[in-house]
């Protein structure tokens, strides 16, 4: 489907549609999950590129796509189906991510669910990057960042804000106490 090919982290974006249609809230869940670190965050102010592309728009009207990824994130918040998930087993390698962003978390939350210890890092005063600084509340409401946040910390992912690494913490201490960095 085009829908897949304009969504840049590659969305199993039919098959959840059609979990939803079919009433399988959990299975579209499930779907949304494998892909989307943060579906909250996107189902709110992503583009929406799949949309542009989905081919019921040569016709008809495209399929609400970042609407129903909405849906699906808020369905699971509201009935429980969101829980910390905890690494099987930690690699005891430590990684430094630098910078709170979508990019930062994206990386945290991966290399994580493989195992790995991970301290974010971010230079201002509350973690979220340009999803706490750069969207305004009347596109993303920031408890909507910190839920997503506390998951994170609750999974074992460390942050630390007010810290410029560069400035405040040099690339040679970080190099000594993690095993790899990433910027």
Do not use: M
Not at 132 to 158: A, H, N
């Amino acid at each position: 489907p085009f829908c897949h090919f304009a969504c840049p982290i590659g969305n199993y974006i039919p098959e959840w549609n059609d979990a939803v249609f079919r009433n399988n809230w959990q299975k579209a869940f499930n779907l949304l999950n494998v892909t989307n670190p943060l579906p909250e965050i996107t189902g709110r102010v992503c583009p929406a590129l799949c949309e542009y592309s989905c081919v019921l728009g040569i016709n008809d009207e495209a399929i609400t796509v970042r609407e129903n990824e909405l849906s699906i994130i808020e369905h699971a918040f509201k009935n429980n189906l969101i829980k910390a998930r905890l690494p099987k087993i930690r690699t005891k390698k430590k990684v430094a991510v630098i910078g709170s962003g979508p990019a930062g978390l994206s990386a945290a939350s991966t290399l994580n669910k493989f195992g790995h210890n991970v301290t974010v890092f971010e230079k201002d005063d509350k973690i979220g990057g340009i999803l706490r600084y750069g969207i305004p509340d009347f596109k993303l409401e920031k408890q909507v960042l910190d839920r997503r946040i506390k998951i994170y910390k609750k999974e074992g992912i460390e942050f630390v804000a007010n810290t410029n690494v560069g400035k405040d913490c040099s690339a040679k201490k970080l190099l000594k106490e993690f095993d790899a960095v990433c910027l």
